[in-house]
């Protein structure tokens, strides 16, 4: 984005293990956008939800 006097770009480093990137131009597929940010947090592109659901029986 533009941040008054020049375009502001940011980093982001997994601190374990590596992005999930193709190897091969066989391997390239197109995704949804969720799951770019997945990618982007480290979790697996064929995973079918971010995390487990999780449900309560009351809150306090």
């Not at 197109?30 to 799951?35: G, L, N, T, W």
Request: with cysteine; glycine share 4%.
């Amino acid at each position: 984005y533009w941040d008054r006097n020049g375009y502001c770009l940011w980093h982001k480093r997994l601190e374990e293990h590596r992005f999930q990137w193709p190897e091969t131009a066989e391997e390239i597929v197109a995704i949804e956008s969720h799951r770019l940010t997945w990618l982007l947090d480290g979790l697996s592109l064929h995973q079918t939800d971010a995390h487990e659901r999780l449900y309560y029986e009351k809150m306090t």
